[in-house]
């Protein structure tokens, strides 16, 4: 019999539709143990709110692991700074989303929990508060002290990798260096190989400008940055680097079908064709910590939060994904 894993959900944005997500996720049967750091008082109130049963738990890590049980949640608690008034952000409880991110990490890295996912958070409403936050991508590699990490989003059919993730677009092309995508493509190796068991991961790179250069017409990126990379990396890798292609050609199922995921060299060259195809059905992955970190693909939802609309669609893919991933990497 396969023991269940420990996945420590974040609620993210307590204002948000975060809580009841989880609330509504908590309704479900599960093979594993879900377990959610937030506020207490919050997913009772949420719970109530939706006229939905709610039996919280709080987390020993030294107590064995039991598979969910429909209606109720193992809880490692985090205090609000401030009473939540659905859809009303608060710049009192910035803190408190972060601190629920900071318990998350110490959980996943000393190996308590099996992986972490996140909820959404609103950066707009931290940084407002005083506090730096660009992402919760950037945030973990800072707290695992990583120097890089690779944010990748997933859907049915097709993952999209990002060399770049949240920069100005005109800053992009003197951040695509050999040495960023020699880090880049090296982490997206292993991580295909050891949490998606795949041997020989196949991966199409997409170029930086329009045509790929046209053999520098139309910028010289390619030329003198990736393609040499490429080939050098061919010789070191154990994976097909197809590339660089055209963005605009890249997403045509003649490639999608012979790749198991398309690296693009900014955020807005390959999030559209992913969201366009699975939003709401969709997750966020960060390769390249120590631990299994995963999301969901949306936003807080601020305009519905509340009002009982919030579907937990893309929380379940991502919570099915999380489970692969951890089954994959226990298998390696």
Not at 64 to 89: C, I, M, N, Q, Y
């Amino acid at each position: 019999m396969i023991q269940p894993a420990r996945i420590l959900i974040t609620a993210g944005e307590p204002a948000g539709i975060g809580p009841e997500i989880i609330v509504k996720l908590a309704q479900l049967p599960h093979s594993d143990q879900l377990i959610v750091c937030a506020s207490p008082a919050l997913l009772k109130d949420t719970a109530q709110q939706l006229n939905l049963p709610l039996q919280l738990t709080e987390f020993n890590a030294n107590e064995t692991v039991l598979a969910h049980r429909s209606g109720h949640l193992w809880l490692v608690p985090v205090d609000l700074e401030s009473s939540v008034a659905p859809g009303k952000l608060d710049q009192a409880n910035a803190a408190y989303v972060i601190n629920t991110l900071e318990t998350a990490h110490k959980l996943a890295f000393n190996g308590t929990v099996d992986a972490i996912l996140t909820g959404p958070v609103h950066k707009g409403i931290i940084n407002q508060s005083g506090l730096t936050f660009t992402g919760h991508t950037e945030f973990f590699a800072e707290q695992s002290n990583v120097s890089k990490v690779v944010m990748m989003l997933a859907t049915e059919g097709l993952r999209v990798a990002l060399a770049t993730t949240h920069l100005p677009l005109k800053d992009v092309p003197d951040a695509i260096t050999p040495q960023l995508l020699h880090e880049v493509i090296e982490i997206l190796i292993g991580e295909l190989q050891y949490k998606f068991a795949l041997k020989r991961p196949k991966i199409l790179v997409c170029g930086l400008n329009p045509h790929a250069g046209e053999d520098g017409h139309l910028g010289r990126e390619e030329i003198d940055t990736i393609i040499p990379t490429l080939e050098k990396m061919r010789t070191q890798f154990d994976a097909e680097l197809i590339g660089p292609i055209p963005a605009d050609t890249a997403f045509q199922s003649k490639w999608l079908e012979q790749v198991d995921t398309v690296l693009a060299m900014y955020h807005d060259q390959g999030l559209p064709t992913l969201k366009y195809k699975g939003f709401g059905n969709a997750i966020n992955l960060t390769l390249g910590l120590p631990y299994i970190r995963t999301s969901v693909d949306h936003g807080t939802g601020l305009d519905i939060a509340g009002q009982g609309f919030a579907d937990i669609g893309s929380m379940q893919y991502a919570l099915q994904f999380t489970q692969q991933l951890i089954h994959n990497s226990k298998s390696n």
